[in-house]
């Protein structure tokens, strides 16, 4: 009785840890590599062509210089900017606008 609930309890446990798990986001490289890895596949590279793709891929290198990826952060931090300088805020009205912008989600 007592080590069937133990491994009832135990099976229980490990089933909410890898649902936790599963819930977790994934960081922007994270981003980058699933979809670079997805297009790779779906030109079906293989070997030396899909690690010069991907490594290409992953250092952005597709793109223009002057076109850097950013990072979800930066983005906002762009948009928040922006926003800012749009109102003509300056000093600490500026910084608590700032402050309130960056810290919404979504």
């Known amino acids: 009785m007592k080590i069937t609930l133990l491994v009832t309890l135990l099976s229980g446990l490990v089933f909410l840890t890898t ?13 980058r590599m699933t979809s670079c890895n997805q297009q790779a596949t779906s030109k079906t590279l293989k070997g030396d062509a899909r690690k010069t793709y991907m ?8 793109s223009k210089p002057e076109e850097k990826s950013l990072t979800p952060q930066q983005q906002k ?7 800012a300088t749009q109102q003509s805020l300056k000093g600490d009205d500026r ?9 919404k989600t979504g």
């Open 19 to 31: 649902v936790g798990a599963a819930e977790k986001t994934m960081t922007p490289q994270q981003q």
């Open 77 to 83: 931090m762009r948009e928040c900017n922006s926003t």
């Open 95 to 103: 910084n608590k606008f700032m402050s309130a912008c960056l810290k």
């Open 55 to 62: 490594s290409d891929c992953l250092k952005n290198s597709s």
